[in-house]
């Protein structure tokens, strides 16, 4: 079991018990709505659905799925996923947090944990992530993690109807270690 401690986090695996608070927090329209693959509302019965797959990915050993606790309060706040390509690599991170611990670094502070866990204990070469255009608190998470811009795919993902621009960063092994 993977847990990490940060400043002001503890990222931990997801536990049944989290089911109620992460309805709670997801189940609004300014957290799915810049988000790939949340939906709004978001499903009854959808939280523990998916923290049940999320146990079942780690033993897989195609990704890691963390919660985000508030280390002072032990609070959940959001959550950091790596989903891995072990043939190349390679890991792709996606993360969200509830509306009111926006813009406070914390989801900065939480991936830089989970780049360091990604390079030094899993050895991947590369960890990417993908934003929105129109989500630049978003792009700003990875500039600020050392991440490089490589690009947009254009109306690459569909989302509610609309074809969205998608800007891709990523971190490569020897800069990592640079
Ligand atoms: C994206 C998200 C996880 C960022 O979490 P966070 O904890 O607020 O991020 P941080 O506080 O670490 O950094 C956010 C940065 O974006 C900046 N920012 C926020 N809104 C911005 C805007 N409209 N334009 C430009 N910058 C903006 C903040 O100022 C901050 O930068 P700073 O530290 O240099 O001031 C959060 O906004 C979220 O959960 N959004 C909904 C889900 C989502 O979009 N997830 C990402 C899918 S790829």
Redesign the pocket.
């Given at each position: 079991m993977t847990v990490f401690h940060t400043d002001r986090l503890i990222l931990r695996p997801f536990e049944a018990g989290d089911a109620e608070e992460l309805h709670q927090l997801i189940n609004d329209f300014d957290?799915a709505s810049?988000?790939l693959n949340i939906p709004y509302p978001y499903p009854e019965g959808g939280a523990a659905a998916f923290i049940a797959r999320r146990a079942e990915i780690d033993q897989e050993g195609t990704g890691y799925t963390f919660a985000l606790i508030d280390k002072g309060n032990h609070t959940f706040m959001?959550s950091i996923g790596m989903t891995i390509n072990n043939n190349h690599k390679r890991a792709e991170l996606?993360?969200?947090?509830g509306k009111r611990?926006?813009?406070?670094?914390?989801?900065?502070e939480g991936v830089k944990r989970v780049l360091q866990f990604g390079f030094e204990k899993l050895a991947l070469n590369k960890i990417v992530?993908?934003?929105m255009t129109k989500?630049?608190?978003?792009s700003?998470?990875m500039k600020?993690n050392g991440m490089t811009y490589e690009g947009t795919f254009r109306q690459h993902f569909l989302k509610w109807d609309v074809y969205e621009d998608i800007a891709y960063y990523s971190l490569l092994r020897e800069e990592y270690f640079k």
């Open positions: 957290v810049t988000t959001g996606g993360y969200w947090l611990y926006w813009n406070q670094g914390y989801a900065t992530a993908a934003a989500n630049p608190a978003s700003s998470v600020k």
